[in-house]
């Protein structure tokens, strides 16, 4: 599934950085930069290939960090949703949140399940080829997804990439997943 609608960031100046952005030529809607009342999305800008960031502001990000990822929003058929939040929850031990959301244990972020209003597609080749989680003591991790049912489209590798450990999954509804360990210290 393609995560149809959007990825999130949360950035310590949401105006600048969509008018800097905007001096790159990069599409956005016409409300992009304009803070809304109540609300901490300042707006969306989007990929050469149309896929949607939402630019979130937090004045209280340190100038060190002035870029956070908080979230990806799967969008799903309506029948579908809530089986993929308890997919999730199930598979990486996620925690549930009221509303729509997951906690990732994994990503340190948020996990959004909302309706879809188009077709869904598998996320291989599109704008977010795979997500990724750092997983402590993959090996075993990958054991127990296997035990489970869940199939490995790569298997537990230490030496498919230099320096870290991986394998790779897709979850029920095409989003390809990229297990790593390892991969933090880069």
Known sequence: ??????????VNDGPGVVAKLKT?????????????PGLKNVGNVYTNDGFKVE???????????PTVYDHLHHFLPDNVAP???AWYIKT???TAVPGNAINSTFAGSRQLFG???ESISPTKGRA?????YEVKDLKAFCKKLQASGVKLDQPYSKSRHKGYASAMITDPWGISIELTEGLNKF
Do not use: C, N, S
């Open 92 to 94: 990486f031990g996620e």
């Open 24 to 36: 790159l030529g990069i599409k956005m809607d016409a409300d992009a930069g304009v803070k809304k």
């Open 55 to 65: 630019i979130l502001e937090d004045k209280e990000q340190t100038a060190t960090t």
């Open 1 to 10: 599934m393609v995560p149809k609608d959007h990825i999130g960031f949360w």
């Open 83 to 85: 089986d993929a939040r």
């Open 115 to 117: 309706k879809a209003k």
């Open 128 to 132: 977010i080829d795979y997500v990724g």
